[in-house]
């Protein structure tokens, strides 16, 4: 009960709520990019990347991103990394989280995918509560991994970290979530057993 507290208020708090356009050099090819990119995040965190289930698992799920106008794709921000979620993102989790805890990892990344496919992805309201249930499990899960029950926040607040992202998200919450009962529908014993099994 408490825990399902925690995450309504962590929810409630941010107003529940991937590759942007990268600047390229011209004579880099994308396929040797994209080798650059995901040796770069395997550089910052080995142990994660060396995990072959867990890798082919986040980036299965990376978000399916709508095509934006120019002023959203800025907002949206860059992502150089195999996930679909924002560098600046990605970087600050791998800060947070010891690398050692892979889980809580894992959950933190896929909320961030989550949250992505909400404001910017390309779905209709029916698919983004789908994708909201499915991000109030990340939050749960990613409490059960770590024992900063404020870490879900912390990371989320840096999905709006500009004036500009933090308008635009309060806009998108208030027209997908507003009035709606929120949650994960499930139960707490629902809830631990699909976070033990990282199928959240």
Not at 8 to 18: E, W
Not at 163 to 169: G, L, N, S, T, V
Request: proline fraction near 3%.
């Amino acid at each position: 009960m408490k825990k399902n507290v925690l995450i309504g208020m962590v929810i409630a708090s941010l107003f529940v709520v991937g590759c942007a356009v990268v600047k390229c050099n011209e004579s880099v090819t994308p396929q040797e990019q994209s080798a650059q990119a995901l040796t770069k995040w395997h550089n910052k965190n080995p142990q994660l990347f060396s995990n072959v289930g867990y890798i082919q698992q986040l980036e299965e799920s990376a978000p399916k991103l709508a095509k934006l106008s120019e002023s959203l794709e800025e907002l949206r921000g860059v992502s150089t990394n195999p996930f679909g979620i924002r560098d600046d993102i990605l970087q600050y989790i791998f800060t947070s989280i010891p690398e050692s805890n892979e889980s809580a990892t894992k959950a933190a990344i896929k909320l961030m995918q989550y949250l992505q496919e909400i404001y910017y992805g390309d779905h209709t309201e029916s698919e983004i509560m789908l994708v909201h249930q499915r991000e109030g499990l990340a939050i749960g899960c990613l409490m059960d991994y770590t024992d900063d029950i404020q870490l879900p926040s912390k990371i989320m607040n840096q999905m709006r970290n500009t004036k500009a992202r933090d308008e635009y998200m309060w806009a998108t919450a208030r027209k997908y979530f507003s009035w709606k009962v929120l949650g994960t529908g499930l139960n707490v014993s629902e809830e631990k057993e699909i976070c033990e099994k990282g199928t959240f």
